[in-house]
């Protein structure tokens, strides 16, 4: 008897742990779309322009989101917050406007790199300074990969990382929402980051998917 009462609370505690993970939406490829324009506004969850235009618009935002991993691991519930523009004299000799970001371990500054293919961190609380690539805007094509160098400087001097954008989903809907796009990021070389990312019209980042941690 002993033992089927054990054996009944940790069924118990199973099931109330299974009820207490948040559902995990799966976004809906809508495979017409192979082609598309990805505003800052896809990034920020700000209202769209009316036009085909790449700005730094104001937001002040937090994104809850649902992270997924890779490992088996349960998923969790995360927080993510935007704000500005500011502008950021950056390490390699320009000022942008940017937006600052908290994750849930360090705090960001993100802004326009690489001529417009795309958003990247150019501050990492964890990491110093840098440019990178990380969240495609711009014209893009449904599976397309697009190869980045980035560059983190270091006290020892700059370091160098080649990483990657492949959009997975260039339009899809999440939950109820269309014209989401899902994509994912890798770094090459030591830190070998790997992440899939989700971001909504009007919601901005809805879920991240991690395949490998990195500093990021």
Not at 97 to 126: K, L, N, W
Request: with cysteine.
């Amino acid at each position: 008897m002993r033992r089927s009462i054990v054996v009944g609370g940790l069924l118990a505690t199973v099931a109330s742990a299974a009820l207490a993970q948040p559902n995990v939406p799966v976004c809906e490829h809508d495979p017409s779309v192979t082609e598309r324009f990805l505003p800052v506004e896809l990034i920020t969850g700000e209202p769209w322009p009316d036009a085909d235009v790449l700005r730094l618009g104001p937001v002040q935002r937090r994104y809850p989101f649902v992270g997924v991993y890779a490992d088996s691991s349960p998923p969790s519930t995360g927080e993510t917050t935007l704000s500005g523009p500011v502008e950021h004299r950056t390490a390699f000799g320009v000022t942008l406007p940017a937006y600052e970001r908290t994750v849930p371990q360090a705090q960001e500054v993100v802004a326009i790199t690489f001529d417009g293919e795309a958003m990247g961190r150019v501050h990492d609380s964890r990491i110093g300074p840098m440019r990178e690539a990380k969240f495609p805007i711009g014209h893009w094509r449904q599976g397309e990969t697009r190869h980045h160098t980035a560059t983190y400087y270091t006290p020892r001097g700059p370091m160098q990382a080649r990483t990657s954008i492949t959009i997975e989903k260039l339009s899809c809907r999440y939950e109820d929402t269309p014209g989401a796009v899902a994509f994912r990021w890798q770094v090459e070389g030591g830190r070998r980051a790997d992440y899939g990312y989700v971001f909504a019209p009007g919601r901005g980042l809805v879920q991240v998917t991690v395949y490998k941690r990195g500093g990021s």
